[in-house]
């Protein structure tokens, strides 16, 4: 079984930045990652895509992050992060990350429990 874990939320004022990271663990060889990404879920929101980085290149931001966040990986520690500057209270949500791993005969999508950020004042 794979597991991923967040962390690195919390509260932070509007303008400020924040780092969180997300590290997948499994029993055994974890398999061939595809992509690994960030999504967001606001109270009363459907959960949307942050940014994604799949494993041949090809980062995808959503626009309304572009140029404020920054997702990175390590493939060895098989963890993702999210560096989110000039955060906006608009960007308060329950942030997963998702890894699709081919693992043992098919493409499967693991997520995190989510780790909490909130921007306010």
């Known amino acids: 079984q794979v597991q991923l874990l967040e962390s690195g939320g919390g509260l932070v004022q509007p303008g400020g930045s924040l780092s969180i990271s997300c590290i997948a663990t499994a029993s055994g060889t974890i398999g061939t990652i595809r992509h690994m990404g960030w999504y967001r879920q606001a109270p009363g929101k459907q959960r949307e895509l942050v940014a994604l980085i799949p494993s041949d290149g090809g980062i995808i931001y959503a626009d309304s992050v572009k140029g404020r966040f920054t997702i990175s990986r390590d493939i060895a520690k098989n963890a993702v992060y999210l560096q989110m500057n000039s955060l906006k209270p608009e960007d308060t949500a329950l942030y997963h990350c998702?890894?699709?791993?081919?693992?043992?005969?098919?493409?499967?999508?693991?997520w995190g429990q989510g780790t909490q950020v909130t921007v306010s004042s």
């Open positions: 998702n890894f699709l791993i081919w693992r043992p005969t098919a493409w499967n999508s693991y």
